[in-house]
């Protein structure tokens, strides 16, 4: 498969297109971005790398970081994790809080707001270092240390970080947030603010399309049935209430944040990332959703 020749062809038919959507500006530090940036990502197993445009620029993973924090959490603690968030699609807004009562404080997912605040509280817990710890794994699995925080992008969410107060407080109130909810958010504000090129990105996210290991030191990260596990929450959950629609056009398992990025994973073969910083109404980012369901169309490979 020439994938060089259908991403390049892909690529150059999306930016001739009209860019619709809008820049998030509910953080406000993130709409000073360009928002005619656009890049694309192609890394496989043997890593054979392929970019376009805007690929090697970094930009505000947000999001996409939940996958590296989960990831961390699974491996150290084990199935009973899951007692403290669920594996279901929420159907709702990634900010959302209206299901959390009725769910005892126990959120969806853990890639919607709610259930990674319960992932950042579990570090809290388990690490001396959190931000450190998490940073420095995320380094390893890139292979490459030249990844850092933006302190504007973090300070920024935290001072509009309101919602995400609000549902930390709510979910303490039924005992599912131990440490204070200003250190949660400041772990999470600071780990989404985490900024990396869609060529790190695609690069780090190999070890799930390679059964849990890294394929450039075979070092396991996440055993293979683990793996398989969050391959699965990203095909239902990574999109919010937009995973059907992403599963139903793109066919992979995948991630977004509101910085515009989207990682997507072909299992067994390669990981292709995305960035374009206008989103659709759903938060997700309008090209980056058209250029992958255009590439899987083109190329014929989905996971089904
Ligand atoms: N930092 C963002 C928030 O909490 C992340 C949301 C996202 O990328 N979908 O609102």
Same mark, same amino acid.
């Given at each position: 498969m020439d994938y060089q020749k259908i991403i390049s062809e892909v690529y150059a038919d999306i930016i001739g297109k009209e860019n619709f959507g809008k820049v998030p500006d *509910?953080?406000? %530090?993130?709409?000073?971005?360009? %928002?005619n940036k656009f890049g694309i990502n192609f890394t496989d197993l043997e890593h054979n790398s392929f970019g376009i445009g805007d690929f090697e620029e970094k930009f505000s993973i947000q999001s996409i970081s939940k996958v590296f924090a989960l990831s961390y959490v699974y491996e150290k603690l084990g199935e009973k994790l899951w007692s403290r968030v669920d594996v279901e699609p929420s159907g709702n807004a990634f900010n959302s809080l209206v299901q959390l009562e009725a769910d005892h404080g126990i959120p969806r997912n853990p890639f919607i707001n709610a259930g990674a605040l319960v992932i950042c509280d579990i570090l809290l817990e388990i690490c001396t270092d959190p931000k450190q710890e998490l940073l420095q794994f995320i380094r390893d699995l890139t292979d490459d240390h030249q990844i850092f925080f933006n302190e504007k992008v973090a300070a920024s969410e935290m001072q509009n970080s309101f919602r995400n107060a609000a549902m930390c407080n709510y979910m303490k109130s039924f005992g599912n947030i131990k440490s204070q909810p200003d250190a949660v958010i400041e772990l999470y504000c600071h780990l989404c603010s985490i900024e990396m090129t869609c060529k790190q990105l695609s690069r780090s996210f190999l070890y799930l399309a390679n059964e849990g290991k890294t394929p450039s030191t075979d070092e396991q990260i996440l055993s293979l049935s683990k793996a398989k596990r969050i391959n699965a929450i990203l095909l239902t959950c990574?999109? *919010?209430?937009e995973s059907g629609e992403f599963s139903f056009l793109v066919g992979l398992p995948g991630k977004s944040g509101v910085g515009g990025g989207i990682v997507a994973i072909y299992p067994q073969h390669y990981c292709i990332t995305v960035w374009s910083p206008k989103l659709n109404e759903k938060g997700n980012s309008y090209r980056g959703m058209k250029f992958l369901e255009e590439f899987t169309t083109q190329t014929g490979e989905s996971i089904f």
């Open positions: *509910y953080i406000p %530090e993130l709409a000073c971005i360009d %928002e990574g999109f *919010y209430d």
